[in-house]
């Protein structure tokens, strides 16, 4: 019934930029919250961003200053934009979401895919 679809991954240079989006589509009545996730490889999926109804955001201590998150709520739309990358933020980005669809109160968690970003030179 929903999907979220990520796009943006690319091959990066140290000190690039690159902006992700993800778009939610289905029966949804409402999202509660948005973020992005990434995971390395051999290491943990972590949280890097995350935007909750009303404006509210949160980030991971090592992307805070380098990475914006935005909602466009028109589109059901999560943003991503990262600057000043890093090597070690070469990993594959989650998108993530919590929603409440139609005819239900109840929160559902919902993951995109995942989109590759490389940041070598």
């Known amino acids: 019934q929903v999907q979220l679809v990520e796009s943006g991954g690319a091959l990066v240079q140290p000190g690039g930029s690159l902006r992700l989006s993800c778009a939610a589509s289905g029966s949804i009545f409402s999202i509660y919250a948005m973020g992005w996730h990434r995971q390395a490889p051999g290491k943990q999926r972590e949280l890097v961003a995350v935007?909750?109804?009303?404006?509210?955001?949160n980030y991971a201590d090592s992307v805070k200053g380098r990475f914006t998150i935005s909602r466009d709520n028109a589109k059901n739309t999560v943003y991503l934009q990262m600057s000043g990358l890093k090597p070690e933020d070469t990993a594959v980005y989650y998108c993530?979401?919590?929603?409440?669809?139609?005819?239900?109160?109840?929160?559902?968690?919902?993951w995109g895919q995942g989109t590759q970003v490389t940041v070598s030179s």
């Open positions: 935007i909750i109804s009303g404006g509210i955001t």
């Open positions: 993530n979401a919590d929603l409440t669809l139609r005819g239900s109160g109840v929160l559902h968690n919902y």
